[in-house]
């Protein structure tokens, strides 16, 4: 690709020439975001791969709930891939809970098996003689550019008050993550906080699959959060900056995947914010921010 | 019983598609329970996603997919990934299972850009890379795998004491002189290698399902190392071959079909134990205790 036309999209892309381009803009910064946001409990409380599992356990649910109703109506989809992905985590700590597995094992268990499911009903789908099946690819690896105005409607609300909810809880959810004994004496109902991100992080990855799809939402929860993660030691400004990554993550994705044919928004997404992490690691190397505490530095 | 057989008489590609699943299940099987046995599983979902990119840069060493070029590309992704994973776990600051989802849906999705746009003559696009196709397997890949999958199972007995040691006690193993580091990029090189070489037949799914599904099924059952290995790849075949006749009967993707077949068997088994040890202690309220590393396997 030339130059010119590099340019040219990319003065198309900023001015908003194109409503849907606009759209995907909009979704792709949200889910980024909220993932960046979600993604840093999930991370700290190391259930990182659980989102992983999570993401990949949407496709049975979405492509189950288009199978029934035959449409792509919003709702179903997204109802479907929660009581899929709900099921693999509930799945996830049955197998764990029971002692003849290993917990890591638990998870890639949940995984393989749901996502294999989720591969045979794709494989159904795609051979229904009708049309409305083409564009159920978009949400392995996201599609924004596809995201109409009432989905961008659903989505933002969606997105807007899990965001809110986390804030407002933000300090007893910090509490449970850091001190579970201290939250469990201040009162803190320690399993309800557990359903609760597990919650968030499944309705996080079911919001998510438009813009970045199945496969790879787990990276807007793990990469940003662990950046932010690098580079500061508060919980607030790790949230903030873990939020602005995802959310730039998204906007470069989203221009990235409307200037250069062929790429989806999802692995743009993910590499941006992988970039980000890599500047991180490297010049976060030695600055004095990295030591946890000062013992730390006495002892190290 | 003709739907055991008739599908067999369709054509060669039934019997093409079986060899491909047999010689990716075993020694995915094998390798898999020193994965398990390691706490390593969620390695495995990165290894076999990393199987992508290790087939980009073999497409860009030799300008298609030559065998050689495919091992090649395999080690250099199997290197580096686990070198990425290590170092980023290192620090402190990066939690160790968040290092391999960092670490590996990066190299994924760089896989995917590069299939979906310089790479698009490699003729895998994103469709081949969840479902493979494993009623069209090409003979490079039958060649490589044939190759290949002795060779790891070789590799396997060969190091045996020293993945069996390092994988029980590696403190231990390490004490003793054994290079617990060396042994852990073999094993995580070779399973990237037979995940790339099965790449095209399978897709990048049924490897996870084939690494971990097998593992945790033979830990339900028996508690011995040897025994594990035997009922992992009892366990990888009949999920294999079981869903392979799912696929031709019910119409739909191999990939998909092994992995649920795999999981019902893991379902099977669990619920077999169960009840196994309900009825031997009648009416009493024990359970089989956490396994633990000084009585036998893990």
């Known amino acids: ?300 | 019983m003709s739907w055991l057989v008739e599908p067999w008489t369709w054509g060669a590609f039934m019997a093409r598609g079986a060899l491909a699943a047999t010689l990716v299940a075993v020694p995915c099987a094998v390798l898999g329970v020193f994965l398990y046995l390691r706490r390593m599983s969620m390695l495995a979902d990165a290894l076999a996603h990393i199987a992508l990119p290790g087939i980009v840069v073999a497409w860009a060493i030799s300008g298609g997919l030559h065998p050689g070029a495919m091992l090649a590309g395999a080690v250099g992704v199997g290197l580096a990934a686990t070198w990425g994973i290590e170092a980023i776990s290192r620090r402190a600051r990066v939690r160790s299972d968040a290092a391999i989802g960092i670490v590996f849906t990066a190299l994924f999705a760089a896989g995917i850009i590069a299939v979906s746009t310089v790479a698009r003559d490699v003729h895998i696009d994103t469709d081949c890379v969840l479902f493979g196709d494993l009623l069209a397997v090409s003979d490079d890949t039958l060649t490589l795998l044939s190759l290949l999958a002795p060779a790891s199972l070789l590799a396997v007995v060969l190091g045996w004491r020293w993945l069996a040691v390092t994988s029980f006690d590696p403190r231990f193993a390490a004490a003793v002189g054994v290079p617990v580091v060396a042994v852990h990029y073999a094993l995580t090189t070779t399973v990237t290698a037979v995940a790339v070489a099965g790449f095209e037949a399978v897709g990048a799914v049924v490897p996870i399902a084939l690494l971990v599904l097998p593992a945790a099924t033979a830990h339900s059952l028996t508690h011995r190392l040897t025994s594990m290995v035997a009922v992992a790849v009892a366990h990888a075949l009949l999920a294999s071959f079981g869903g392979l006749y799912v696929a031709v009967w019910f119409d739909v993707t191999p990939a998909g079909a092994i992995a649920v077949v795999g999981g019902l068997l893991y379902g099977l088994a669990r619920i077999a134990m169960r009840v196994g040890s309900h009825t031997l202690v009648a009416g009493s309220t024990h359970t089989p205790g956490p396994v633990d590393a000084g009585r036998s396997v893990a």
């Open chain 1, 1 to 300: 690709m030339t130059g010119a036309i590099l340019a040219e999209r990319t003065l198309e892309f900023v001015t908003f020439e194109y409503a849907f381009a606009a759209r995907a803009l909009v979704a792709s910064v949200l889910v980024g975001a909220l993932c960046g946001l979600v993604g840093t409990f999930m991370v700290l409380r190391r259930m990182s791969l659980i989102g992983d599992a999570a993401g990949h356990a949407t496709l049975p649910g979405v492509v189950g709930a288009f199978l029934v109703t035959g449409s792509k109506a919003m709702a179903p989809l997204l109802a479907g891939g929660l009581g899929t992905a709900l099921l693999a985590t509930w799945v996830v700590e049955r197998v764990a809970g029971g002692r003849r597995t290993r917990p890591d094992a638990a998870i890639a268990v949940s995984l393989a098996v749901f996502f294999g499911l989720g591969l045979v009903l794709l494989s159904i789908a795609q051979r229904s003689p009708t049309a409305a099946q083409a564009g159920l690819n978009g949400i392995l690896f996201g599609n924004a550019a596809g995201v109409t105005t009432p989905q961008l409607v659903t989505l933002s609300v969606i997105a807007l008050t899990l965001a809110a909810l986390v804030l407002a809880l933000v300090r007893p959810l910090t509490v449970a993550t850091f001190d579970p004994s201290f939250a469990r004496a201040a009162g803190v109902p320690l399993h309800l906080v557990r359903a609760g991100v597990t919650l968030a992080l499944t309705l996080a990855v079911v919001v998510s699959i438009h813009a970045v799809g199945v496969v790879l939402v787990a990276a807007m929860l793990i990469t940003p959060p662990s950046t932010a993660l690098l580079v500061t030691r508060r919980m607030p400004s790790a949230l903030a900056v873990s939020a602005g990554i995802g959310a730039a993550s998204g906007a470069v994705g989203a221009w990235i995947s409307f200037v250069v044919d062929g790429v989806s928004t999802g692995p743009a997404m993910v590499l941006v914010a992988s970039a980000a992490f890599a500047l991180a690691w490297v010049f976060a190397a030695d600055s004095p921010v990295r030591l946890p505490r000062r013992a730390a530095r006495v002892t190290s």
